[in-house]
């Protein structure tokens, strides 16, 4: 079987990409204690089934994503405790951020993110996190994420189910008998024809509106969900986020925030700058620039009440290079 294949199916990574970059820090195998190891050179090495697995460097692994990795060195550089805290992580996709946040000790982790079906699948089943997808954090607001999170945590039903219970009685129903009746058979309440018609047509409606997705539903908190709470503001804020300016999304982030909430937010300068100041490949190589994006950073904070407490470089690089940063940011009393 392919390494980064085999170490996906044997829980040793979440993803093949996280398997990709625990064989590129170094992987070994062996099929038995008494034989040497192999290490793996690429991620199309074949390992045998039943092999014994080490990996030199785990630290890949610790986290459902390298997001997990960069968060946790900015937590450390801010001091940030996360114990007990309800946090909210814009632009979660695969959750790395989230599961740095869990297991640090948040309470509950409400994630946002524009795309569909990105959050791995351990955090979906997990209680302690509300995945809200398909909504865009630049038009967020208190209300619509409230009513985003109540949607995610239900499931959808009719809202007029079916009642098997009151189907009509066909006509000659005493038939079904054999044709057995006596003089004390009363057929008074056997439904007419077109009461019977007039039922079958309602039945294929309702299914042809079922099937177009036309058919009216409620919601209805699914199994293991019905007591969590969705908070009215979170105690810290935390987002990786792409293709789009932090000034552009902090001013809906702000009115999120619990009184002296903190924003720790992954700052990426390729998307800060104006294109002629980024080179080719989106990399920012002129390390002039980036005073530039932390001050407009600041100035952005400081019209939105937010008071700056730290800049920090990121743990670990981009995926694609570029240098990056966190802000931490803390909302006034």
């Given at each position: 079987?392919?390494?980064?294949?085999?170490?996906?199916?044997?829980?040793?990574?979440?993803?093949?990409?996280?398997?990709?970059?625990?064989?590129?820090?170094?992987?070994?195998?062996?099929?038995?204690?008494?034989?040497?190891?192999?290490?793996?050179?690429?991620?199309?090495?074949?390992?045998?089934?039943?092999?014994e697995?080490?990996?030199?460097?785990?630290?890949?692994?610790?986290?459902?994503?390298?997001?997990?990795?960069?968060?946790?060195?900015?937590?450390?550089?801010?001091?940030?405790?996360?114990?007990?805290?309800?946090?909210?992580?814009?632009?979660?996709?695969?959750?790395?951020?989230?599961?740095?946040?869990?297991?640090?000790?948040?309470?509950?982790?409400?994630?946002?993110?524009?795309?569909?079906?990105?959050l791995h699948?351990?955090?979906?089943?997990?209680?302690?996190?509300?995945?809200?997808?398909?909504?865009?954090?630049?038009?967020?607001?208190?209300?619509?994420?409230?009513?985003?999170?109540?949607?995610?945590?239900?499931?959808?039903?009719?809202?007029?189910?079916?009642d098997?219970?009151?189907?009509?009685?066909?006509?000659?129903?005493?038939?079904?008998?054999?044709?057995?009746?006596?003089?004390?058979?009363?057929?008074?309440?056997?439904?007419?024809?077109?009461?019977?018609e007039?039922?079958?047509?309602?039945?294929?409606?309702?299914?042809?509106?079922?099937?177009?997705?036309?058919?009216?539903?409620?919601r209805?908190?699914?199994?293991?969900?019905?007591?969590?709470?969705?908070?009215?503001?979170f105690?810290?804020v935390t987002?990786?986020?792409?293709?789009?300016?932090?000034?552009?999304?902090?001013?809906?982030?702000?009115?999120?925030?619990?009184?002296?909430?903190?924003?720790?937010?992954?700052?990426?300068?390729?998307?800060?700058?104006?294109?002629?100041?980024?080179?080719?490949?989106?990399?920012?190589?002129?390390?002039?620039?980036f005073?530039?994006?932390?001050?407009?950073?600041r100035?952005?904070?400081?019209?939105l009440?937010?008071?700056?407490?730290?800049?920090?470089?990121?743990?670990?690089?981009?995926?694609?290079?570029?240098?990056?940063?966190?802000?931490?940011?803390?909302?006034?009393?």
């Amino acid at each position: 079987m392919r390494a980064d294949v085999f170490l996906v199916e044997g829980g040793h990574a979440a993803t093949r990409s996280q398997a990709q970059r625990l064989i590129a820090a170094g992987v070994q195998w062996r099929l038995a204690p008494t034989l040497p190891w192999n290490a793996v050179a690429k991620n199309g090495d074949d390992i045998p089934a039943g092999a014994e697995v080490q990996l030199l460097d785990a630290a890949e692994a610790k986290y459902l994503s390298r997001g997990g990795l960069k968060l946790e060195g900015a937590l450390a550089a801010a001091g940030v405790r996360v114990d007990g805290l309800h946090c909210l992580d814009v632009g979660q996709s695969t959750g790395g951020f989230t599961d740095c946040l869990l297991q640090h000790g948040a309470a509950q982790v409400v994630g946002v993110d524009v795309g569909q079906g990105q959050l791995h699948e351990r955090l979906r089943a997990d209680v302690r996190v509300i995945g809200v997808e398909g909504l865009n954090a630049r038009h967020m607001t208190p209300e619509a994420l409230r009513d985003a999170c109540e949607e995610a945590l239900c499931e959808r039903i009719e809202a007029e189910p079916e009642d098997n219970d009151t189907q009509p009685v066909a006509p000659y129903a005493w038939m079904r008998n054999g044709g057995l009746v006596d003089e004390d058979y009363d057929d008074s309440d056997d439904a007419k024809e077109q009461e019977v018609e007039a039922f079958k047509a309602e039945r294929a409606a309702k299914a042809q509106a079922r099937a177009t997705g036309k058919v009216a539903t409620v919601r209805q908190r699914m199994a293991g969900r019905e007591d969590v709470a969705i908070p009215a503001a979170f105690e810290l804020v935390t987002g990786d986020l792409s293709f789009i300016s932090l000034t552009l999304v902090l001013p809906a982030l702000v009115p999120l925030l619990a009184p002296q909430g903190a924003l720790l937010m992954l700052v990426k300068p390729q998307f800060e700058l104006q294109p002629g100041q980024v080179g080719k490949g989106g990399i920012v190589r002129d390390a002039a620039l980036f005073p530039l994006v932390e001050q407009r950073l600041r100035d952005c904070c400081a019209q939105l009440g937010l008071q700056v407490l730290g800049w920090y470089d990121s743990a670990i690089e981009g995926g694609d290079g570029n240098r990056e940063f966190f802000i931490y940011a803390r909302r006034a009393a």
